[in-house]
């Protein structure tokens, strides 16, 4: 019965096509990605708020690390929306407070004596020299001050923790107070 041949060649070839299709989308996907060159092995992008570097770029996929080791991998006709961090400027950015008490000159004249120590202790990740940005905040217990560092996207968190260490060694020798949240409460009298 050639009839039933047929039907289920049809219903094979179906399954098949169903089948093949994010292949065959994954695949075309890909071959634009490579092609249009976006981004490369070695770059950092963003793809849907996972950041790390691209360790692989195929046909079919494209595999993350981020900086824990985690490796995402990721169907080629799934992302949407990349950005590829590689390719801009990248600041690391150190906040850090003062007591309302404290002279905002002499807190601005122990970073500016501050930052070319830190440049010349970690050349390797502040290449393009710190600069002082200014008061960011007048917050409820604390002025903050923030410090901006131009570092390449791979060094972003290191120079923030570099950033934020030197700045409070710094405020510490001069004896400069960085406040904590504190809770004052009075007992009313009856």
Known sequence: NMTGVFASLGIMSMIVGFGAQSLIEDSITGIFIIFEGDYH????ISIDGFRGRVVSLGIRTTRIEDDGGNVKIINNADIRNVMNLSNKVSFSICDISMSYGESIERAEAVIAEAMPKIQAKYPDIFEHGLQ??????????????RVLARVSEANIYRGR???NREMKLAFD???IEIPFPQLVVHKAEQ
């Open 41 to 44: 092995v070695g770059d950092i």
């Open 161 to 163: 923790r570099l950033l």
């Open 132 to 145: 002082y940005a200014g008061v960011q905040s007048l917050s409820a217990s604390s002025v903050d001050l």
């Open 173 to 175: 020798e001069a004896g």
